[in-house]
């Protein structure tokens, strides 16, 4: 008598239960693959549960409590916390300091990248020098090279090498690091972020234009196109995905700015308007005498929002203009 398909179905079911490995094993893997996995990436996992998830929840359910110099919750505010901030205006003043900001380096880096990669792309001779020299600033510390800008090269009046340089010509010293208009203070800030980041993006860009096939210029150039129509043409439309990645990261690293406006502003004690970034003002808000929790979580959420906000919208807008 020849079985049906549904006994067939429930015979080989039956029989790979009964030939499974046991628990311990299926896990181990074959020849302990996934063991090794897992002793070399457990660690890994482990730390960014305790360090990063962990505190990221107990961040979100602390911002619905009152927590004035204390982590333990003591009063259930609801979304008080949250409507206090967004009625802060010293919270929307460090908003509008992002977007002074990201207006300077956003579009600044990414054109100082992108021409930076272009040439070195170009250069037949010690082209891995010019690589290591400007990816170089990237391994610097944030810390070490707000210092460096602010204690020697744009230093207080009349020290300082940029007026060393301006008075060798003839010209006063500017009080780059005071409270003056125009705000010199940006001109310290954004050269500090251009020197320390514009090697890394220009990394990306370089591999992007290796990528590109030498046919499509030799096809332009057989069709008469000159330099800026190739650019234009060919260059530019095979970097879209590498400068939506880019122009992305760059908008959420402008949002992260701390160091650079700390450390170099900070013997201000007050900062000057349009001076302190949304990471600087929640670090006074949570660890600053008040030591505000509760209001300081909420800041970080309503941050991290605008963030993921900002960053579906980037991504929306490029999908777009993709499509078309």
Known sequence: MTAT??????AARAVTAATRAPLG??????????LWFWVFVGPFVIGLIVFIYIPILWSIYLSFFEAVNTVTPSKFVGVGNYLDMMRDSAFRSSLWTFIVFAAFIVPTTFALSLLTAFLVARTKVMQTFFRSVFFLPTACSYVVAALIWKMSIFAGVPSGMVNAAIGVVGHDAIPFLSV??????????VTARLWLQVGFYMILFLAALQRISPTLYEAASIDGANAWQQFRYITLPQLRPTSAAVL???LINAFQAFDEFFNILSTFGQYPPYARPPLVYLYYVALGQGQDFG?????????????????LVFNRFFSLRGED
């Open 5 to 10: 398909p549904a006994g067939t179905d429930v």
């Open 25 to 34: 094993q299926r896990l181990r893997g074959r020849q302990n693959q996934n």
């Open 180 to 189: 003056t208009k125009p705000p010199w203070y940006w001109l310290v800030i």
């Open 248 to 250: 992305l990261l760059l």
């Open 295 to 311: 209001h300081g979580s909420a800041g970080a959420v309503i941050l991290t929002l605008v963030i993921a906000l900002s960053a």
